[in-house]
């Protein structure tokens, strides 16, 4: 019951926290990588010595390329990142980082490594040491562009599938409050434990030079389908007391059922996510740098599902119940 | 008892299936095995380019031009020596508003992406183009070029309507001198009536055949030419005829394309990519199946078993179906295992509710699953309906998750609601003295039975 009584405390906090989010995506922003406006990005790694990254940035921006962003990645790599490269481009981008090498060293003896590294991924070798290209990945911008309306559009059909999903599934609990009330809880749930996720990342963004990738997008669309979980376990048990006190003709005032629902499946909405956060940290420490970040966000979202489920959805009900109530409930009591 | 037994029955098939599964998964593990795990470029290594198809100027049967595109390319990657390369036909979703055409070209081990390109992108465009009529000159160019190169139109016979190209040598005959190198093109059904009427209503007039863009040659139609054979004689060196069959074989790209994005992963970030994966998997299952044996103690034994089978079913599905692993798959395959066990979660919290109510073993069992069973279906028909609309506008990449994650969730509700009835059902005593009741306890629990259930205070 304590949830319940106290659910004004709650409230505030996950406003504050909700706020913090929010306040977190206007302020450092949310930067879209090459996925979504298109764009080209080289990794290499450097076996030795790494060349220096503003030196090196000075070099690649001398190349008709546009503007490049290059930014150190892991120990010993350069993540690169220009406007769309044709593979020819490509070739000059690595020839130049290959000359970089040789240059940093400032002898005369090194023979520059631009021709071998024309020949692509394969290790151009120069005195100093070799640099290997990890990836290139490069993106025209209409198919980024396409990309990000597709990711919008999915992100809003799971949202509206979702709803309608629980209206249809809690049909048949329409007293005290309507089924429909059931599916815009679970709307506005789904709003935060997706905003939540999306200001950590924000931070993320902000301080490890991460972006918005299709992998973001994928994490935002798997925390949609779960933290959804947790409140169809609590809205199940409410629904299944009201089912069961109308059976036994018992009187309950509203906010006691959902009372006893939340701490009824407290233990088991904490231990579902346990295991599932169990897993992501696996992903997280373990797992390969190209899910690193994804698993970070999922993570965050399922915590957040957690809470919001036990600490914002069933205590929602209440307020929404009284303003929501069914006439001729009999139980018609002062809007809060 | 007799129900008893059949539990027990029941318990051993599915013990005896899942063994069956795990020997499967086993003995494919080797890289040769047609089962055997087929990764994605981002794990394996490789390269995959998308290209949009200009289709814009093919008025008729576009699928057919768009598909001997693709059979075309196909040659061609196949010609660069690329083992199990993909080559693929996309539309552009409707969703996103343009219905381009793509084609997919995954290149496993490639990492050269201008050799890849060059080799893909070398594209004789051949084209036949009648010398315009009289009195309809071209208003671009200079006078002098007006004077001197003939203008040409465009008849609607091109590549796209070549069934092959062959190599003859001259005989003499036929305005042919004596080994003089001829190329021979032979049309398909269509394009042969289509040269036959082009032939046949143009006689006097100059044909052109274009090669790039290029006046290879330009024979004055003599008569209608039925058989769809036409025979280019260009004053050829032998080997620059022999190139040019190659091409024509190979080649003549029936719809222009053009490079809109490539994707290249080196060997060894995908290397490292899949055996990050590997272990994390590992040690996501351990500590899933640890909380679950040290919370739920023995029915979290039989969950931990279950899940070993939800391991092996997941398994065999990628193998067999088969499902191209990526490491966003692998993100997928791990979350699920997390999410495999949440209906055992469910129905063990549920049991345990029974039993503290003084229910019998078995029957808290059944009431358990019977009651958790709305929810679980609940939450899983929702995780089940995003997997789906994922998977619809996705990516490749999206795709990936898409797929491993839909069928895990699918596939863990088999394993966590049936598996592990049946299990438990078929070790359950009917009551269960003090020690039943601490093995089918959780938590802090000694598993005493409590007299003011079924509310719980903590």
Known sequence: ????????????????????????????????????????????????????????????????????????????????????????????????????????????????????????????????????????????????????????????????????????????????????????????????????????????????????????????????????????????????????????KLVEPFEETVGKSVTETMGRSINTSLTVALALIALVVFGSAETRDFALVLLVGVIAGTYSSILLAAPLLIPLGKRFAKAGDGNKKKKK | MNSRLARVISAVVVLAIACLLAYFVWATENPSSRYAVHLGLDLAGGTE??????????TSDKQGALNSLRDVIERRVNAFGVAEPVVELEKASSVAGNGEDRLLVDLPGVTDVKAAVDAIGKTPVLEFQLEKQEGTPSKIGTSTQLSFTPVFEPTGLTGQYLKSAELQFGNGQGGTSANEPIVVLHFNDQGAKLFEQITANNVGRQLAIFLDGKVISDPTIQEAIPGGNA????????????????????????????????????????????????????????????????????????????????????????????????????????????????????????MKEELKAGKGAQEAATIGFGRAWPAIRDGHLTMIISAIILFWVGTSLIKGFALVFGFGVITSLISAVFITRIFLQAILPEHGGRAWRFLLSSGFHTGTTDPNAPSIDH
């Not at chain 1, 206007?26 to 406006?37: K, R, V």
């Not at chain 1, 025209?140 to 559009?153: D, I, M, Q, V």
């Not at chain 2, 739920?296 to 599905?317: D, H, N, W």
Request: hydrophobic share 50%.
């Open chain 2, 49 to 58: 380019l998308i290209y949009k198809a200009d289709t814009s100027k093919i």
């Open chain 2, 231 to 350: 025979t280019i004689t260009g004053k050829f060196t032998p080997q620059e005829a022999r190139d040019l069959v190659e091409n024509l074989n190979f080649g003549a790209l029936p719809v222009p394309i053009l490079l809109v994005s490539s994707d290249t992963v080196g060997p060894t970030l995908g290397d490292v990519a899949y055996h990050a994966g590997l272990i994390a998997s590992l040690i996501g299952f351990a500590l899933v199946s640890l909380f679950m044996i040290l919370w739920y103690r023995l029915p979290g034994v039989i969950a931990t078993i279950a899940l070993t089978i939800y391991v092996f079913i997941t398994i065999s599905l990628i193998k067999t179906v088969p499902i191209t692993l990526t490491a966003s798959g692998i993100a997928g395959f791990i979350l699920s295992i997390g999410l495999a066990v949440d209906a055992n979660v469910l129905i063990f919290e549920r």
């Open chain 1, 1 to 248: 019951m304590y949830i319940v009584t106290h659910r004004r405390l709650f409230f505030s906090i996950i406003g504050a926290i909700f706020v913090i989010a929010i306040g977190s995506i206007a302020i450092f922003g949310l930067p879209l990588s090459i996925d979504f406006t298109g764009g080209s990005l080289v990794e290499v790694s450097y076996t030795g010595h790494r060349p220096d990254i503003d030196a090196l940035s000075k070099s690649v921006n001398q190349l008709a390329l546009g503007e490049v962003s290059v930014r150190e990645s892991g120990d010993n790599g350069v993540m690169l990142r220009t406007r769309t490269l044709t593979p020819a481009e490509h070739e000059e981008l690595l020839a130049q980082l290959g000359t970089e090498i040789a240059s940093s060293t400032a002898s005369s003896t090194v023979a520059t490594a631009s021709t071998t590294a024309a020949a692509s991924m394969t290790a151009s070798t120069t005195a100093l040491g070799t640099f290997t290209e990890l990836r290139f990945n490069s993106i025209g911008p209409s198919l980024g562009n396409e990309l990000a309306t597709k990711a919008l559009y999915a992100l809003i059909a799971v949202i509206i599938a979702i709803m309608l999903y629980i209206a249809w599934a809690f049909r048949r609990v329409s007293r005290p409050v309507s089924s429909w009330v059931y599916g815009g809880i679970v709307v506005v749930i789904l709003f935060h434990d997706v905003l939540i996720p999306t200001g950590f990342y924000a931070i993320l963004c902000h301080f490890t030079g991460s972006q918005v990738d299709s992998l973001f997008a994928v994490a935002l669309l798997a925390i949609l389908g779960y933290s959804v979980n947790d409140t169809i376990v609590i809205f199940d048990r409410v629904r299944e007391h009201l089912h069961n006190n109308e059976h036994a």
